[in-house]
């Protein structure tokens, strides 16, 4: 998830807590990072199980179903599951739908959908966190690059999380490859360090800004989920009333893409590649 909470809420915020409130970035030790590198591979098992079942006709709670039983097969748990109430495993977020869609028996795909689904575990006390949107059969060209676009941020982003370079260089990439397509980056919700909480300091926000947590200076051990959520007509967003689904505000097309990195001495670490 959740990503990005609602930047109200930490880590996810939008109003900083004083410096010396604000939580500290754990780094991870090495054998922290393996149990993590598993936790991520996990991860990337339940998306291309995911992606194998998506297809017209397939409802979301089907998709919710698969997710926990390949979760389950490799010793693993959502961390979704209960989090702040969420009621189920993985989030399935649907054209407009940006986040924190919840799986439901009567939503079936259809051709021509594009669906987000965010997926994190827990494994031996650590989290993975990952999230993908998917084409549903033949989809708009405007979709499709849409996709293209988002997926292609996330990976200039990722080329940032070099030692020594900071967060804040990880936001500007994403923004400026977004923005190069006219398209626009979400502010409400965020990237975030994680580790054996889902959200750890420092948000890692998707935009540039004077957030302090921007000036965090990436040094080897430290884990970051990037996450960059693009829509095609605005970047504001709300919520609906089920108090979860977050959609663009002018019901134009979303997409998320997402993955847990590890900052290292050889440069980023992916944790969650299939
Ligand atoms: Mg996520
Ligand atoms: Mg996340």
Redesign the pocket.
């Known amino acids: 998830?959740?990503?990005?909470f609602r930047r109200q809420n930490p880590p996810t915020l939008r109003r900083q807590a004083p410096a010396a409130q604000r939580p500290e970035v754990q780094l991870k030790s090495p054998r922290e990072i393996q149990i993590m590198r598993e936790a991520g591979r996990i991860v990337a098992r339940v998306h291309a199980a995911l992606r194998e079942a998506i297809r017209p006709g397939v409802s979301t709670l089907d998709l919710d179903q698969l997710a926990v039983e390949t979760m389950s097969k490799y010793n693993a748990t959502s961390c979704f599951l209960g989090y702040r109430g969420f009621p189920a495993n993985i989030c399935t977020s649907i054209n407009e739908e940006l986040v924190h869609g919840i799986p439901k028996k009567d939503r079936i795909l259809k051709a021509g959908d594009i669906i987000s689904i965010?997926v994190?575990v827990r494994y031996r006390g650590f989290i993975g966190?990952s999230?993908w949107t998917y084409a549903v059969g033949e989809i708009t060209p405007e979709a499709l690059e849409l996709m293209r676009v988002t997926e292609q941020s996330l990976y200039d982003g990722i080329a940032q999380a070099q030692v020594g370079k900071r967060v804040v260089d990880i936001s500007r990439a994403v923004q400026r490859t977004v923005e190069a397509h006219k398209m626009h980056v979400v502010r409400e919700y965020t990237?975030?360090g994680?580790g054996r909480q889902?959200h750890e300091a420092p948000q890692v926000l998707n935009y540039e800004s004077q957030d302090p947590d921007g000036q965090t200076i990436l040094r080897p051990g430290l884990v970051v989920?990037i996450?960059p959520m693009v829509q095609l007509g605005t970047w504001q967003t709300r919520t609906l009333r089920d108090k979860w689904t977050v959609i663009s505000k002018d019901h134009s097309l979303t997409a998320h893409f997402?993955h847990t990195v590890a900052i290292t001495n050889n440069g980023p670490e992916i944790l969650t590649l299939p």
């Open positions: 998830m959740m990503n990005m965010d994190g966190d999230a990237g975030h994680v889902m989920a996450e997402e």
